[in-house]
């Protein structure tokens, strides 16, 4: 039994002893992987089983076989190796034992696993000049990479940096865009791998030519005749414009270049236009790089007309005789821009009442603004006229006025009136007739109440041909004749005679400011005609004390005065007094009471007269000897009874006061002068 036992021992013995001295499993699944584009090699591995001692890693550097051992690790880097080499490696395992173990069989039972270990190198680029453009630029690439997966392109200049994706190749041709007009790049490439990038390309420098110029905006600015005025502008980059043409065309369709301007140029005369012709125009701006063109506008020119007539035409009332009118007026204005209306001379025309035509009397230089018409006779009626001629022969309407030589003017006919109320309800005529004249500087209006004496009542300016006399009464019987007057001629004969009544349209007023003075055994009484309508006056007294009244006498229409010398001394009388027409009495006026043992005055005992009536500059206010310096206050109402004059003057008998209406509108006013006691009014017309 002892003897099986120790045979079994010495067989497991031995075929442990055999094992140990076997050599190990060689390593299983090997790869090696470049680690970027270094020169450094990844080595990864299966451990077999069991577990060797370590691996030897066999490689090959050209002719030399190199050697590395590491441990019991399934990883390993080889370094410094060189880039642009093939590597073939194998790895084995072994075991270190105190009986001498051989190595394992390398990994690959056939041959070793080979690595190629990259390197990129810069690639070459050519620029092709003659494709370069003001944004892109082509460029040809040269590469000798075998292993790259693509390339790098990259712009720099301007300010920034352009960069662009390309695909893997040798040789090809690639445009890169986005480019800035006139900008210097430099450009390189560099190939990749995957993530990974080669060294830069050597730089080239390329610079890209100015953009196509920019565009013009083109408008016109003048259409004359026979030339055109063009100007344009551009809204930037003029520094890319190298010269500038100017086109025309008549149709639209067809252009025809007219001019050229250097870059500076912003303006161009046609001088070769046709008058009421349509014509096109454009610009176009061009540098080496290409062409724009401008809008098209377009501009029918204007044709020639006649000169503007003259204007202001007059006949000069100064400068002129019996025998002879000075005619003067504006020239026209005339097209100096463009000379479409340019007058050459003035032609003038006149011709007489018995003419049916006129005829030519002088031509003169067109700068002339007056004409002496000479060999006419007293009181010719001369129409003058005078045309315009242009340059061109174009002639301007006639434009004419009419004239009398001197000599007294011709007498106004078919004066008529007409009866008519002012808005306070007055009475008054109003004057017209025909103006048989153009030559009078006034008309005088007289009137009268017998057809026998006539007064003047009003002086007019020429060629007003209506007046109206507001100084009238009712029922009185009015004659009227006009006459033309001439400073230096004369007055012409009166016109036909008128005449009229204006009926009593109310009962009148009564009087107002009765007033009774005693001058020893005499009584003098005043008072104020409020009224234009009295036919008479009624005064009475009374000597009882107003008890009863007696007729002192019936006066006439306008009277304002009367002595009473039929009173007693030392006696009290109580006076009134009414107006009457046919259609009844007034009311009657205030009580004047008077005594005669004493004296009452007034300072207002005689007649204010107030002239002329109507006016239209001044009025004139004159008092009798009695009322001389007499201290009075002059108030003016117009018709609505506003104040418009309020002053304090001094009457003198000898001269007599002027009142300025000549700011106060047309119309009625009523003059109140008064004192301390007493006042009187008159009512005056202003025109």
């Given amino acids: 039994m002892k003897k099986s036992l120790l045979l079994l021992a010495m067989c497991f013995w031995a075929i442990q002893s055999i094992a140990q001295i076997l050599p190990p499993s060689p390593p299983t699944s090997v790869a090696g992987t470049q680690l970027g584009l270094s020169n450094t090699l990844r080595l990864t591995w299966t451990a077999p089983s069991p577990t060797p001692s370590g691996y030897k890693i066999t490689y090959t550097e050209g002719s030399v076989t190199k050697t590395k051992v590491v441990g019991a690790v399934t990883v390993d880097t080889l370094k410094s190796l060189n880039l642009a080499t093939s590597y073939n490696i194998s790895i084995k395992s072994f075991r270190l034992e105190t009986i001498p173990v051989p190595d394992s069989t390398f990994s690959s039972a056939t041959s070793p696993i080979t690595v190629q270990m990259i390197q990129l190198v810069a690639p070459s680029i050519t620029i092709e000049n003659q494709n370069i453009t003001p944004t892109s630029a082509i460029v040809r690439i040269n590469d000798s990479n075998v292993s790259e997966t693509g390339f790098e392109l990259e712009f720099t200049g301007g300010g920034e940096t352009l960069k662009k994706d390309l695909g893997a190749g040798s040789v090809f041709v690639n445009t890169f865009t986005g480019l800035k007009p006139k900008t210097t790049y430099s450009v390189r490439l560099r190939a990749k791998k ?174 002339e603004t007056s004409i002496k018409i000479e060999g006419l006779n007293p009181k010719d009626i001369v129409d003058m006229g005078i045309i315009a001629v242009s340059d061109k022969g174009l002639a301007s309407g006639i434009v004419s006025v009419r004239d009398t030589t001197a000599g007294p003017p011709y007498k106004p006919e078919n004066l008529i009136f007409i009866t008519n109320k002012d808005a306070l309800g007055n009475s008054f005529f109003e004057l017209q007739w025909q103006d048989k004249s153009n030559d009078e500087d006034y008309f005088i209006i007289q009137r009268s109440t017998d057809n026998v004496n006539f007064k003047e009542i009003g002086k007019i300016k020429f060629n007003n041909t209506k007046f109206k006399d507001l100084n009238i009464e009712e029922g009185v019987q009015y004659y009227y004749r006009v006459k033309a007057g001439s400073n230096t001629e004369g007055d012409s004969g009166f016109s036909n005679l008128v005449f009229g009544i204006f009926d009593y349209s109310a009962i009148p007023n009564a009087p107002y400011g009765l007033l009774a003075k005693a001058n020893g055994t005499k009584v003098t009484l005043t008072w104020y005609d409020d009224s234009s309508r009295e036919q008479s006056f009624k005064l009475e007294k009374s000597s009882d004390n107003g008890v009863t009244y007696a007729a002192v006498a019936t006066l006439n229409r306008n009277v304002t005065t009367y002595l009473d010398e039929n009173v007693l001394a030392a006696k009290t009388y109580l006076y009134r007094i009414r107006a009457i027409n046919i259609l009844g009495e007034s009311k009657n006026s205030n009580i004047a009471t008077v005594t005669i043992a004493g004296t009452v005055g007034g300072l207002l005992q005689s007649e204010v007269s107030v002239y002329p009536n109507p006016t239209f500059e001044y009025i004139k206010i004159k008092t009798s000897e009695s009322l001389d310096n007499s201290e009075v206050t002059i108030q003016i109402f117009d018709k609505n009874n506003y104040l418009v004059y309020d002053g304090k003057k001094t009457l003198k008998a000898n001269e007599p006061l002027d009142i300025d209406f000549s700011k106060l509108s047309q119309g009625m006013y009523n003059v109140i002068i008064s004192n301390n006691t007493e006042k009187t009014s008159r009512k005056v017309f202003k025109y």
Wanted: net charge neutral.
């Fill in 194 to 367: 995957d993530t990974e990038f080669g060294p830069w390309s050597p730089s080239v420098t390329i610079t890209t030519p100015k953009d196509v110029p920019p565009t013009a905006n083109l408008k016109l600015t003048k259409d004359c005749p026979t030339f055109v005025s063009l100007e344009w502008t551009f809204s930037s980059r003029t520094e890319d414009i190298d010269e500038i043409f100017i086109e025309r065309s008549f149709d639209n369709n067809t252009f025809n270049k007219i001019g050229r301007t250097d870059a500076s140029g912003r303006s161009f005369f046609d001088s070769e236009a046709i008058p009421g012709k349509t014509i096109w125009y454009k610009v176009t701006a061009v540098n080496t790089t290409g062409t724009s063109t401008s809008n098209i506008p377009s501009v029918t020119t204007k044709v020639y007309v006649a000169p503007n007539a003259p204007f202001n035409l007059k006949s000069d009332p100064v400068n002129k005789s019996r025998n002879h009118l000075t005619l003067t007026w504006s020239n026209g204005t005339e097209d100096k821009d463009c000379g479409t209306n340019i007058r050459d001379e003035n032609v003038v025309m006149i011709k007489l009442a018995n003419e049916s035509f006129y005829r030519q009397y002088r031509r003169i230089y067109p700068f």
